[in-house]
């Protein structure tokens, strides 16, 4: 927005009160949209949600930091290659099930054990959470990039 300004013929661009305002509630409904992600993840295996829809969700709360402050700021909070990050998501989303197939059951057999966690006691691990948390950062990641990658355009 201030570039837009400043290339308009607007030399003095200051930062508006709103951004004060912004910035604060950015970092709240942050929070609120990342563990409403996280909620729609878990519960993706019994009910509507799972990892392509936490992964929007998670991107989407992202994007909301960016619009408040820029994208520099966003890589000082969050230092992560969104490359590196969509590669490991398709390698879960790609290799679990060609594991499983490698094992001789159809390719999206999905397979489940019980691990035993100290805190929460005895828990089921199903294969298709692991292929979930692929498709979650597979969206995630590459929602962000494009959005980066699109705002580099306009400076």
Known sequence: MKNTLKKAGYNK???????VFLQFTAKLVFFIIIMFSFNLFFAG??????????GLLAAAALILLVIAYDRKTLENMVPIDFRLVITIGL?????IPTLSFLFGTPFFTHQHTYVEIPVFGEVALHSAVLFDIGVFL???ATALLIIVLVGEADE
Not at 13 to 19: A, I, T
Request: net charge neutral; charged share 10%.
């Open 91 to 95: 390698l879960f989303a790609a290799g």
């Open 45 to 54: 295996h019994y009910t509507p949600g799972g990892g392509f829809v936490g």
């Open 13 to 19: 661009v200051q930062k508006q009160m709103n951004d």
């Open 138 to 140: 597979t969206v995630a």
